[in-house]
């Protein structure tokens, strides 16, 4: 156990719709990392929040945004969803600074759109 | 932008046997972690070995070790008397650790290499 929880697990959904996806960091980690994970594409870094604050940009669309609350919980919205979209979207936490530089990987939500 | 390869997209051992995976990567930086993670069947990501690129001395836990090579930016895997349990897909990143990092440090990722074990 990771120490990282995401949920849902599994969400199925159609086209057009939005979804909302949480992640809970270990306790004490500052920085929360989103990652999509497609089949043909592998992992791809969407977003990075520290402490309430964006820090780092990736691929993520227009039509996805994230956030981080006081509670330094975070949530990815998707909308206008697209069968594209359909992947697997990991969270991920890791402390600042002294750290090691390991990130830890909640178990991801797999996201179907049909 | 540093940059991650691994150039085996699938390899095979037989079970009790040893087995490399390959990664090299690219970065201007002399300063940085690299990582081997494992993504078996069940998607969950789970760190199999560390370095820092400062330690001269590969990593090494219990079956798995590292040889890494910081000159020629090149970072394998090996896994010693490989086991069932071991197949899965092998993912190698690389993540800034400098100051000048601050606190963007994401990782980046090879492709991955799916590993098959044969009974």
């Known amino acids: 156990d990771s120490g990282v929880t995401q949920t849902p697990k599994h969400l199925i959904t159609a086209t057009g719709q939005r979804v909302t996806l949480r992640c809970s960091p270990r306790s004490g980690d500052l920085s929360v990392y989103w990652y999509q994970q497609s089949l043909d594409q592998g992992l791809q870094f969407l977003i990075q929040?520290?402490?309430?604050?964006?820090?780092a940009k990736g691929n993520i669309l227009e039509r996805f945004s994230a956030q981080q609350f006081p509670d330094l919980h975070s949530e990815l919205n998707l909308s206008s969803l697209e069968l594209g979209d359909s992947a697997l979207y990991f969270c991920?936490?890791?402390?600042?600074?002294?750290?090691?530089?390991?990130?830890?990987f909640g178990e991801g939500s797999r996201l179907t759109v049909l | 932008a540093q940059t991650v390869t691994q150039s085996q997209p699938e390899m095979s051992v037989q079970e009790a046997e040893t087995v490399t995976l390959s990664c090299t990567y690219d970065t201007s930086e002399s300063d940085y972690y690299l990582f081997w993670y494992k993504q078996p069947p069940s998607r969950q990501m789970i760190l199999v070995i560390r370095?820092?690129?400062?330690k001269q001395q590969n990593a090494t836990e219990n079956r798995f070790s590292v040889n890494f090579q910081k000159a020629a930016k090149s970072f394998s895997l090996k896994i010693s008397d490989s086991q069932l349990g071991d197949a899965a897909m092998y993912f190698c990143a690389y993540r800034s650790a400098g100051l000048n990092a601050g606190n963007n440090r994401k990782l980046i990722w090879g492709l991955g290499t799916s590993l098959a074990v044969n009974p």
């Open positions: 991920a936490s890791s402390v600042a600074w002294g750290s090691t530089g390991e990130l830890f």
């Open positions: 929040y520290y402490n309430g604050e964006e820090r």
């Open positions: 370095q820092e690129a400062y």
